[in-house]
């Protein structure tokens, strides 16, 4: 880089380009001021095109040059140049270019820093030991340093440990310490945190990219600083300027014309000639022209020539009443005026004007707003409409009235092509006009009736919303084309055609919804006067228990059945305060007050001789034209309060149910943040580890650690399906593993859906049914594996033997061994018959029973005859298990029943009158003994003598139960013995 010769009286040659032709004076008297505060001298300010880059001056001489574009920087720089351009790229090239520096300096920005700038840099270089004092550093030969201690700026040179060698006075200041303490001090020590981070970034920018860089920070008090850093052989140059004043007044302004731009009101300001030199967004959109039109335009653009000379004049008023600069105040005028739109339109505004004074006490001109008021004229006019249509349907006194003169408002008020006001009619379900104008009857003729749930008119009804229709497709006409539909309360609605497509104005749809709203209640009057009537005569010889009071307490008008109730008579009762006949004073008091408004409660009435009678009473207010008072209806609930005392002792009785069963039992309670357990007996908590107060309310996931984990899943699948759950479940407990059976009963209760869950001990049956199923398969395959060996052997010894009383006992010990075998396999058929879930027989018609047991008898009979009658007509259930069990009856026939050679056994299907069919077997016996057959038939206890003597019978017993059926003894004695199985057909 170029360095300046260090002489006594630096000369420097100023250069300038096209860009600051316009700063040209400026920047000579920048020079001039700062030539005769320095030694510096100025040759005077010349063109760009004079100034020569080759030439390297030898007499100390140095150059200036302004330049606004980065092509003028040439490509190399022998002579020292201080570089000006407003371009940061081109004060980037300047410095690569070999310049001794570069200054960002837009034209029209202020000069401060500018001289601040050029005064250090061709000054003659301030001399070392600067840490002596101010005075010191301030010699009185520097007169560059002074200049540059005279600037109100903040001025610093840091080092390229960004530690600070110089710094002036203001800077010193701006720290609030003495420049002493400041030398050679890194400049982050200095700064605070709130500004350190942005200044770093900066230097390091500036360092990085070696060029002219600046920015603005902010302190922790609000001031902000504009911050311009200057890179020289890794070095910088600080300039700080504060800007706190600048940064407010911009802001006052940018809101200022944010608020001005923005404001719904006209804005306008006018020169003296009456020529717009503002026009804000809102005046334009008003008057139709854009911006480029009004402005220079005459104000006569918007204004007629009687308006502007009603202006002028209160214009000319207010100069008069303007009494100075004294107190800086302008009166403003205010006028009623139409302001004249592009297309001819006037529209009704408020102009409000003032003058702009200036200085010497003459005037700028004119700034006005204008405030659009049409709507507010249109809402005067419709407001004033709908006062005069209230007064007049007050007066009305039937529904059709009512109407009549809502769609007399309508037309009259608003700009519309016709109204009609329907009734619902609950007789027929539609919708039925009340109130059609002629004028709308001679266009369109009788209006139609709607279904209630029909067309545009229907949705307004039943939905009681108002519904708007761009195409009214159902009306024969073009001078409709679009309707608004409201409903008036809930039985009436307010059909209006209009034929401008974009609908009502929002004053007009208010206007509209106000009419309805009054209509309503009107309507509501009118119907109540009506009702008032009919009341009146049908409380005379109503059957209902009701009563009316006025403001005073006392009866005015009773039903017969009340009276009958008290014991009274209804004439008797009216005049008589309602205080003589009520148990509660307080209710009584509420009563003859009628300030509560609807309410019900219970009470008792104390009824002739003393008796009192619990009701419950509805109490509704009662405006009636000769005085208010309230209307009672009485619901006598003597029979109610005994069935909630009676519910009140069935829950007691069930608490101590649920507290005294033997099973673990516990109540969940489905809410939507989850499953709550709301009671649980003791014999669940004994299964828990939490007591009762911990487990009361307590959500199921919040104590899920305390609960059996085979508990917890099935109370889990609950809370998932809260659907009937039933599951076995094995809890290890302290006396060692239990079997429950866990079942849960879903209900509904008042507070939302909720379950018991129950468990049941099955452990004891479950281990019986293990032993059980082990012992019978161990006794069957012993007793079947012996008994074989036993009928071998006795085969063998009668083989094997001529002495017949050893051949009688081997057949004795064969028929004994045959007889086991024979017990055996009805074991296996019962065991089959028992472990069967679910039955599921054929159903068989006559013919094909009668086949079904002619196999059973071929099957079991070799040598007895067996006669089959079946005589039924209806369709019998069967399957291999009726037939196990009618081939048992037919054995213990054969075996018991057929005492003589002769003997028959007969089978039997007959129809029962109970809808059920009986298989009978009957033989030729004395029968069975009692003492057996009440065993089979559960009225006798199985002991060692009295067990039954076969297994044949209990087998039929069992599929008879497994079939919905019965086993019966039908008749046993000397002429024989019948059994039969009773089976359902249904």
Known sequence: MSQFPQTDSPTSSPYYDSGYEDQRDEIEAALDHLSSETDITFDSLRHIEAFSSDTTATDGSSAVVFATTVDAVPTRLEQATVWVTPDPQAAGDAIRAGALDAITWRPGAALDLLVAKLSRLLSTPAKSGTNASEDADVGDGDAAVRAVEQIDDAILELDTDDRITYLNSAAADLFDRT???????????????????????????????????????????????DVTLYPHDGRLSVYVREITARRESETDQAMYEYLIETVGDAVYILDDEGRFTFVNDALCEMAGYDREELLGSSVHHIKDDETVERAEDALRELRREYDGPKTGEMPIAKLDVDLVTKDGQRVPCTDRMTLRPLENGSFAGTVGTLRDISRQRRRERILNNLLRATQDMVAAETPTDVAERVVDVAMNTIETTGAVVREYDPATDELVPIAVPET?????????????????????????????????DHIDTTSIDAGTYLPIGENRTLSVGHDDGDGFTRDERQFLELLTTTAESVFERVERDQER???????????????????????????????????????????????????????AEHLAAGTDGSYATETDFVAREG????????????????????????????????????????????????????????????????????????????????????????????????????VGDALDEIHETRAAVEREVRVQTDSGVRFYLLRS?????????????????????????????????????????????????????????????????????????????????????????????????DSLSPTELAEQLRGVVESVVSDVAVEIDVSTTSSVPYDDSIGNAVSELLENAIEYGTPDDGSTIGISVTDRSDASVRIAVSDDGHGIPEEEWSVVAGDGEITQLRHGSGLGLWLAKWVADRHGGTLRLVSAGVDGTTIAIDLPTE
Request: proline share 3%.
């Open 745 to 841: 009963v879903p209900y509904q209760h008042d507070d939302g859906e909720r379950a018991f869950v129950v468990l049941t001990d099955i452990t004891e049956v479950r281990q019986q049914g293990t032993h059980l199923r082990v012992l019978h398969r161990l006794l069957r395959h012993n007793l079947r594996n012996q008994t074989t060996v036993i009928l071998g052997r006795a085969e063998l010894v009668r083989a094997a033997t001529d002495d017949e009383e050893i051949e009688s006992h081997a057949a004795v010990i064969e028929a004994a061994g045959r007889s086991l075998v024979d017990a055996s396999e009805t074991a296996q058929s019962i065991q089959r018959i028992l472990q069967t879930d679910h039955v599921d027989p």
């Open 533 to 587: 009537r009919r009341y009146e005569a049908v409380v005379e010889n109503a059957n209902d228990l009701l009563f009316t009071l006025d403001a005073d307490g006392a009866v005015t008008l009773v039903t017969e059945s009340f009276a009958a109730m008290l014991g009274t008579t209804r004439s008797a009762l009216v005049g008589t305060r309602i205080a003589d006949v009520l148990a509660d004073e307080t209710v």
């Open 440 to 472: 709308v009857r001679e266009q369109l003729g009788d209006r139609p009736r709607y279904d209630a749930d029909e067309g545009p008119v229907g949705t307004a009804f039943t939905e009681n919303r108002v519904v708007k229709v761009d195409a009214l």
């Open 179 to 225: 420049r002493e303490t400041l030398l050679t001090v890194p400049v982050w020590r200095v700064l605070s945190e709130w500004t350190t981070d942005d200044v770093r970034e900066a230097v390091e920018r500036a360092r990085t990219a070696t060029e002219v860089l600046s920015t603005e920070v902010s302190t922790r008090d609000g001031r902000w600083f």
């Open 611 to 710: 008796l009192e009678i619990p009701t419950r009473i509805s109490v509704a207010p009662l405006e009636d034209p000769d005085g208010d008072g309230v209307v009672v209806t009485v619901q006598d609930i003597r029979e109610l309060r005994m069935a909630k005392q009676e519910a009140s002792r069935q829950r007691r009785r069930f608490t101590e149910l649920f507290g005294t069963l033997t099973d673990p039992l516990v109540e969940l309670a489905f809410e939507d943040t989850g499953t709550e357990i709301t009671t649980a007996n003791d014999r669940f908590l004994d299964l828990v580890a939490v007591d009762e107060d911990e487990l009361r309310d307590a959500r199921l996931d919040a104590i899920s650690d305390a609960i059996p984990a085979a």
